[in-house]
């Protein structure tokens, strides 16, 4: 297997997305390492906020709400998960799992910012934020998340075993292309072109083709057990707690209703589901959901 790194080249003159690089070396087992990007702006002395990409996106995704949290006095760090972003990528499917996700992003909390922070959390950043929260509630002052759950099994919708097959079998993967179709605004080139950079061949989607395949939908998959015992932590949640999903996501447009009903901080909050927002809400809807993020920080106690 080879981890790959990301081109330079290829993230050149990005639209809005003016921010410095930060690096961290990870174990990524097996005798691996490789190196994860991130954000991380404002003052470090700030309330930071932790900002959670999914699949198949990167931290460009947030590009337009940093500047909202920024003005409101946080300090934001947003991964980018190893396989994704400028992330260094295995090239094997295999070696990507639902527990080495996990592995990957509490080494970087630990390293980056150990102490108490906000989460917001969509896709797969909530798979693996939420199991976070279910795992040390004390270490997440609020939460918002937004087109995302935290599975155990079950029957999955139509919808989402169609995405998983075409993940898996599609013979071309444009993730650009798929960043559009899944959001209610358009995308313009350059902004297509930005979803693509990660991305410049075949060996590079692997993790991006392997995240469906991981979701714990089915009985019986990996990360069931373990994300059973986070929501003991997880539904006893008491701090503010909000969703905001978005009416046009036909994967999981409906769950935020169950993750409302579900989680104790969750109960009286202005809990919505968004007009004209597709899966990739931040795309859509970035002004809402940083004023989501904002409201509960204060909310909370957090944020002044």
Wanted: hydrophobic content about 40%; charged content about 25%; overall charge negative.
């Amino acid at each position: 297997m080879e981890v790959l790194s990301y081109d330079p080249a290829r993230f050149n003159d990005l639209p809005d997305y003016a921010f410095a690089e930060n690096w961290i070396e990870i174990d990524l087992g097996d005798g691996h390492t490789g190196r994860m990007h991130y954000l991380d702006e404002g003052s470090k002395a700030a309330p930071p906020v932790l900002l959670f990409h999914g699949e198949p996106s990167w931290s460009f995704l947030y590009r337009k709400m940093i500047p909202v949290l920024l003005d409101a006095g946080f300090r934001c760090l947003a991964p980018d998960l190893i396989g994704f972003g400028k992330s260094d990528k295995p090239d094997d499917q295999a070696f990507y799992t639902y527990d080495r996700h996990i592995s990957w992003l509490k080494h970087w909390r630990e390293a980056v910012v150990p102490q108490k922070a906000a989460l917001f959390c969509q896709d797969w950043g909530g798979l693996l934020g939420l199991r976070m929260v279910g795992e040390e509630p004390d270490r997440f002052a609020c939460v918002v998340a937004s087109n995302t759950f935290l599975p155990v099994g079950g029957t999955p919708s139509q919808a989402f075993l169609a995405w998983r097959e075409f993940a898996k079998s599609s013979p071309e993967f444009k993730i650009g292309e798929l960043l559009q179709r899944a959001t209610q605004t358009e995308r313009s080139a350059a902004e297509i072109a930005a979803y693509d950079a990660p991305f410049p061949d075949e060996p590079s989607k692997a993790g991006a083709r392997a995240f469906p395949a991981l979701v714990p939908v089915e009985d019986g998959m990996d990360g069931i057990a373990q994300n059973k015992a986070a929501w003991t932590g997880l539904s006893q949640y008491d701090k503010p707690f909000l969703t905001l999903f978005g009416e046009d996501d036909p994967v999981t447009g409906g769950l935020g209703e169950q993750l409302s009903k579900r989680i104790r901080g969750a109960e009286g909050q202005p809990h919505a589901m968004l007009s004209q927002c597709g899966h990739f809400c931040q795309e859509d809807r970035p002004l809402e959901l940083s004023q989501g993020i904002i409201d509960m920080a204060r909310k909370a106690g957090f944020l002044a």
